[in-house]
């Protein structure tokens, strides 16, 4: 174990404030599941279906923001600005050109993108109004996030936090006006719940803005910065960070994948696994944003290029994130107990999201280990390409043909289908133990 108060405390830093964030901003969708819960199966699972593409399209900005790690650590533990502030220009721009793209496309064919998630016309119909309106939400959010993680690689978390819960309390605001129809707004619906998440997330938008343009004073990055274009860091953005986005978002195609599975499995699959889906998805998050502090300290002693100190930074944090395994694991299954009763569904569907939430936090014991590994460690000291690798042999080899023979060609209990969807969860911890007990995964990617 490292005795250093250093490394904890740079550790701690930005791990708790980035998974309190996480949690946070997560809210935002997971308020949207609770208040369209109320009003009833089938507009719950019309909206959950929906939420689907924008779940993809979170996990290829969280590339993005991944991607950004490798380069932006190493040279924050180099102290070089002046490539940092470069980088900053090349992945803001690369985000908002990818967001708007896929903006324009759910908003042109909106029941096109429902039919990818289910055959079913009534949620269809229901969930193509809310994702029209929500993918206004997209280029929004791309911008925003990415600001705030870009800082989060330089230690600067305070602000993410700030946003995510004016975010939130934005969210739960319109959330209320907008569905119910209080205080002489129209009753929306889902589709208040839409407008009311495009609304949060313009106001993430407009503070992250100020502060990376008006506040930050180390990097200085103005608006005219987002407009130079740089073929050097480009290169390296392209060369070191796109294995990593196509990653994340190859794992968004995965759960897209199980998204169509599950969508035809009837309402009550769908609505316990959305139920479920939410709270699981909280603790990845809150486990994500811990592993970030990680991917930072160990991004910082590469670009030191201090290996000796990266390969003891490394065997302390999997120490550590096997103790947290065990909290955070213990947590959702107290949920289980009690979260499916906050819905207005059918008993059934609230002993099976009970059943789901369970498993779920069984499984989660080994997604925090390995969370720690590939999303801190190994891509802190640029192994990405490793963690991509992996994640798509999981994905697209075990986790997706398993899922369908369950569901429809061994027509298995409900519940033994949602464990095949997390069944790498249950290995993936043993993959990253090996690889880090060589020494292949150490990279420093920066420029002298």
């Known amino acids: 174990m490292v005795k250093e108060k250093e490394f904890y405390r740079s550790l701690f830093i930005v791990a ?15 308020l949207d599941n609770l208040m369209v ?39 924050w533990g180099k102290k070089d600005y002046e490539r940092i502030r470069r980088i900053f220009g090349v992945i803001l721009r690369f ?53 705030v993680v870009m800082l ?22 319109f959330n209320y006006l907008l569905i119910f129809g209080k205080l002489g707004f129209p009753a929306m619906g889902a589709e208040g719940a839409a407008v009311a998440t495009v609304i949060a997330r313009l106001f993430e938008l407009s503070i992250a803005a100020y502060y990376l343009f008006c506040k930050e004073k180390r990097v200085c990055f103005r608006p ?26 190859q794992w968004g195609l995965v759960g897209t ?23 699981l998805s909280l603790a990845m998050i809150f486990t994500n944003g811990l592993a970030n502090g990680a991917c930072v300290v160990v991004g910082k002693s590469v670009g030191e290029k201090d290996y000796a100190k990266t390969r003891r930074y490394s065997n302390t944090i999997q120490i550590v994130f096997a103790g947290l395994a065990v909290i955070v694991s213990g947590v959702v299954m107290l949920m289980s107990l009690f979260v499916p009763s906050f819905y207005n569904v059918s008993e059934e569907t609230r002993r099976l999201a009970s059943t789901f939430l369970m498993i779920g936090a069984l499984t989660h014991l080994g997604t925090c280990y390995h969370a720690a590994c590939f999303t801190g460690i190994n891509r802190g000291a640029g192994d ?44 993936k911890w043993i993959i990253a133990f090996i690889r880090l007990r060589g020494n292949k995964w150490i990279k420093n990617v920066t420029r002298d």
């Not at 994948?257 to 139920?275: D, E, F, H, P, Q």
């Open 257 to 279: 994948a199980k998204a169509m599975l599950i969508g035809r499995l009837g309402v009550t699959m769908v609505s316990a696994n959305s139920i479920a889906d939410v709270f």
């Open 384 to 427: 990405g390409k490793f963690v991509m690798k992996v994640d798509m042999i999981c994905g697209w080899f075990v986790v997706i043909p398993l899922t369908f023979l369950a569901g429809f060609v061994f027509k298995w209990p409900l519940w033994a289908v949602f464990l095949c969807t997390r069944i790498d969860q249950c290995y």
């Open 224 to 249: 005219k910065h987002y407009f130079t274009h740089d073929r050097e860091m480009a290169s390296d953005f392209l060369h070191h960070s796109v294995p990593i986005i196509l990653g994340d978002s």
């Open 152 to 173: 989060r690689w330089m230690e600067i978390v305070k602000i993410g936090l700030v946003i995510s819960s004016v975010s939130l309390i934005t969210n739960f605001c």
């Open 95 to 147: 985000a908002t050109i990818a967001a708007l793209i896929l903006a324009a496309l759910v908003f042109v064919f909106p029941q096109q993108a429902m039919r990818i998630f289910t055959n079913d016309e009534e949620m269809i119909r229901e969930g193509a109004k809310y994702v029209r309106i929500v993918c206004l939400s997209y280029p929004l959010f791309a911008i925003s996030n990415t600001m």
């Open 37 to 75: 819960g109320s009003l009833g199966d089938l507009t719950l699972a019309s909206v959950s279906l929906a939420n689907q593409a924008t779940t993809l399209f979170t996990f290829f900005v969280n590339g993005i923001g991944g991607g950004a790690a490798v380069l932006i650590s190493q040279y």
């Open 16 to 30: 708790l404030p980035a998974a309190f964030q996480g949690l946070i901003s997560m809210g935002v969708n997971m």
